[in-house]
Nanobody, 115 residues
Framework: QVQLVESGGGLVQTGGSLRLSCTASGTIFSMNVVGWYRQAPGKQRELVAAISSGGHTNYADSVKDRFTISRGNGENTVYLQVSSLKPDDTAVYYC?????????WGQGTQVTVSS
């Protein structure tokens, strides 16, 4: 059974930074895609960033040049460095894994940006 556990969320002021982490356990295939989605109150869940096992990255336009997704070396861990945060970035951030044709989600970590 695959499980995803996120950490690193919190309360920050506008312009601040955080590093979100997500660690996967279970049977993880070498070819996969991991990423981060977020959902703000009253809004749909949206893709923030994703990275393939080959290192190809994809970002939402709203976070380009502010957020960076990366994989841990030799670990089933993915990081999301979030910088220059804005109040509009306030949301629950969910880790996502597409593994062997199945989709898995973490429980979410809250990021709150105060103005």
């Amino acid at each position: 059974q695959v499980q995803l556990v996120e950490s690193g969320g919190g309360l920050v002021q506008t312009g601040g930074s955080l590093r979100l982490s997500c660690t996967a356990s279970g049977t993880i295939f070498s070819m996969n895609v991991v990423g981060w989605y977020r959902q703000a109150p009253g809004k749909q869940r949206e893709l923030v960033a994703a990275i393939s096992s080959g290192g190809h990255t994809n970002y939402a336009d709203s976070v380009k040049d502010r957020f960076t997704i990366s994989r841990g070396n030799g670990e089933n861990t993915v990081y999301l460095q979030v910088s220059s945060l804005k109040p509009d970035d306030t949301a629950v951030y969910y880790c996502y894994l597409r593994n062997g044709g199945d989709d898995y989600w973490g429980q979410g970590t809250q990021v709150t940006v105060s103005s």
